[in-house]
């Protein structure tokens, strides 16, 4: 089956339902991510003690006294984190849990409980239409919930509720609860809503999970191949096409880290009960194990425990949401990899299950490795050619990361953003993402969903750290031109002087082209990490160009003067992104090396200096305009704009420096050490020139279109050095 990652999607799909048309019905219950072995060992697991013991009595004491508590099953009323909508989370978290306690303590008033709430389920879901908080014209709506997505995901969590106590229910009870609800639901998210259940997309993800593992647990085969294939078996959609899609070879997912977590819980949950059913389809090597991939890359697309925040994303979501911890430890119970255990250590929640139980036993028994985060290119799209998501990590000093993103659109949760970045630097987001805008289940901010200015800011190209041009964003804003059109990874290397990168795109504006080059380089000698940006644009028409910083922090000073609206605040423009932005400073610079310096909460400080070559108007902003009902947060960027250029290099270094310690009353090293900064260029050779902390360096990139897999030789200052791979820093 590993063979599979280098044929056609089509010969996949073939090959794989090849592999077993149907299965025959399991007489025994669970089977789905438990199993009866699973029991065994997770009842041993209990008496012996230790992590897995504490986690089980943990748990027992929760369901214990919501058993004392009246039954809820309200008449569907709210969005989104409304009363009604997390009551109804609430249930299929009850009932799942309380199935897992039926069947390790095999006390039934456990499994009464799951089928109380079943059976008021099911004399409750015939009577329902669809929500009525349906307002989102683009989602199916659900019964229970808003929008179907939570219904799918109600599936996928009852259905194993179901499973775990199935064998403690009559024949009738489960004919009731069978009829009434489940079949009921599992068609209404396949049948019912064809649109989402073939979708290539996590809407459809959890739709076909639920169904599938539906189809397993009532003997239904036909709903099994359908969530497999989709509903009419075409192999156009359905879980393995989303398998085949939505992952590049190397296991990133298209819409970005935070739907990437979002996300491995289906496909994790349905590949085991694939696996426990019909081990013969080898659904963890499909596609040359890319679901086991998807793991390890969530893991790594994160800084400090939380996720890269791009695209539509939450940006308090971090690995420790349940999501990664079941795709942890299945991670584990499948590779024994001693590494995942130090991420599961820190996720401090050991699941109930025949998996949870080997993570529990091996942290008891003292097995942890270090987990290694690294400086890794993850290539985008079903091939992993349609750009890429780059990670740079260094430990010189202190944790720095870069994040840059020549990555493709990422479907309609994707931003405009091409060629964007993000710095972190000692535990902290320094060069910041908005994310998404919106309040996750507050309901009284727009019913939870995303924020009108979630399209009005958050996606336009303004709202991150690129390029803009004539004040448009990507694309024209255009979410269909945008997935056509993903940028090119010209090249990435790490080696013992750090990491770069180059992308480029030539789509995201008519007659524009756009090239970024980013690198994070260990400074030898003086123990110092910057990162080095230049930004190419090339047009053979003049236009305004504007290239925003987003830095989180308190402005400490500029090199240069500025002018300041200190009595009234205009917005900066009047669409795309820019009448959020309020225009508080601005200054002109010329033919100098320009600073700012601004103060973070970690107590650090950190300066751009901006190599400035031809006129640049520094426009420093605030965000907050235009938002009459206070939905954006308050936050500070500067923008580096050129006006009636065809052509324009935007190049500038980034460096962390000293720090503030208002309890002890130290400051140290409040000014940027760099006093120069130079850039030549030689035969396709790029030459920087920094002067730090009086020692000068040569940083050499060989941007050349040839694999720089061999020795090249450059002149500078009349002498001769050699460089080896992209780039090299040298001590002049």
């Not at 992952?247 to 990133?252: D, L, N, V």
């Not at 007659?511 to 380089?521: G, N, Q, W, Y």
């Not at 230049?534 to 500025?562: E, R």
Request: charged share 20%; with cysteine; aromatic share 12%.
């Amino acid at each position: 089956m590993k063979k599979l990652a280098i044929i056609s999607c089509a010969t996949a799909v073939l090959l794989f339902a090849a592999s077993s048309l149907s299965f025959q019905s399991q007489a025994a219950h669970p089977n789905l991510v438990i199993t009866e072995r699973d029991v065994v060992d997770m009842r041993a697991a209990v008496k012996e003690g230790g992590r897995f013991s504490n986690a089980y009595h943990a748990l027992k004491a929760n369901i214990d006294f919501y058993m004392t508590q009246p039954n809820v099953v309200p008449v569907p009323k709210d969005g989104g984190g409304g009363y009604t909508h997390e009551r109804h989370k609430k249930n299929y978290q009850l009932m799942y849990n309380a199935g897992v306690l039926y069947q390790i303590s095999q006390n039934e008033a456990y499994a009464n409980y799951v089928k109380d709430l079943l059976l008021d389920y099911a004399a409750l879901y015939p009577t329902l239409d669809v929500h009525p908080k349906r307002k989102v014209k683009s989602q199916n709506p659900g019964k229970l919930f808003w929008q179907s997505l939570n219904e799918a995901v109600w599936l996928v969590n009852t259905i194993q509720a179901y499973d775990l106590v199935y064998t403690a229910l009559s024949d009738g009870e489960r004919a009731t609860i069978e009829n009434k609800l489940l079949k009921p639901v599992a068609l209404f998210l396949s049948e019912g809503q064809p649109s989402t259940f073939n979708k290539v997309h996590n809407h459809g993800t959890w739709a076909t999970a639920g169904v599938g593992m539906a189809g397993y647990v009532m003997d239904e085969p036909e709903w099994v191949e359908k969530a497999l294939y989709d509903l009419e078996k075409s192999g156009k959609g359905g879980f393995l096409r989303q398998l085949d899609t939505l992952f590049s070879p190397q296991g990133y997912y298209n819409e970005g880290p935070y739907y990437q977590r979002y996300a491995l819980m289906p496909f994790v949950t349905f590949a085991k009960a694939i696996e426990n059913n019909q081990p013969e389809r080898d659904v963890f090597d499909y596609r040359d194990g890319v679901l086991l991939k998807a793991i390890d890359t969530t893991i790594q697309l994160s800084y400090n425990g939380l996720f890269f925040p791009i695209n539509d994303a939450i940006k308090s979501k971090g690995v420790d949401t349940i999501e990664l911890v079941y795709g942890v430890t299945v991670a584990y119970g499948r590779t024994g990899d001693t590494a995942y255990l130090d991420i599961a250590d820190k996720q401090d929640h050991i699941v109930l299950t025949g998996d949870g139980v080997k993570v529990a036993k091996a942290l008891d028994d003292g097995l942890t490795t270090p987990y290694k985060f690294r400086s890794v290119a993850f290539g985008d799209g079903k091939d992993g050619d349609e750009g890429a998501l780059v990670v740079m990590r260094s430990e010189t000093n202190g944790d720095s990361a870069v994040l840059f993103k020549p990555a493709a659109q990422g479907l309609g949760h994707g931003h405009f953003d091409k060629l964007t970045w993000q710095f972190y630097d000692a535990g902290e987001e320094i060069v910041s993402d908005y994310g998404a805008a919106r309040f996750l289940n507050v309901e009284a901010k727009f019913g939870g969903r995303y924020l009108p200015e979630n399209n009005s800011y958050a996606k336009q190209t303004v709202a991150h750290n690129t390029v803009v041009v004539d004040e448009k964003s990507h694309f024209d804003g255009n979410v269909k031109i945008g997935n056509r059109n993903a940028p090119t990874l010209n090249f990435f290397e790490t080696n013992a002087f750090g990491t770069i990168a180059n992308g480029e795109i030539e789509t995201a504006y008519d007659d524009v082209s756009l090239e970024r080059t980013l690198a994070l380089i260990d400074l030898p000698k003086i123990d110092k990490t910057v990162a080095l940006d230049i930004f190419d644009v090339t047009s053979s028409s003049n236009h305004q160009l504007d290239l925003p910083l987003h830095y989180k922090g308190h402005l400490i000073d500029t090199s240069f003067p500025m002018t300041a609206n200190t009595s009234s605040l205009p917005a900066l423009g009047k669409d795309n992104g820019y009448q959020h932005l309020w225009l508080k400073a601005q200054g002109t610079v010329e033919d100098t090396l320009s600073r700012v310096t601004w103060l973070n909460e970690n107590g650090h400080f950190y300066s751009q200096l901006s190599l400035v070559t031809s006129p640049e108007t520094f426009l420093f902003t605030q965000l907050g305009a235009g938002d009459p009902n206070f939905n954006l947060r308050n936050e500070n960027g500067f923008i580096r704009r050129v006006e009636g250029a065809s052509s324009h290099q935007f190049v500038s270094v980034l460096e962390p420096h000293g720090s503030y310690n208002p309890s002890k009353e130290f400051t140290l090293n409040a000014s940027s050490s760099i006093t120069a900064l130079s850039m030549d260029e030689e035969s396709g050779i790029v030459l920087v020139t920094l002067t730090a902390a009086e020692h000068t360096f040569l940083i050499a990139i060989d941007k050349r279109s040839a694999a720089a897999d061999e020795s090249n030789s450059f002149t500078f200052n009349n002498t001769s050095y050699s460089l080896d791979g992209r780039f090299a820093v040298y001590e002049l």
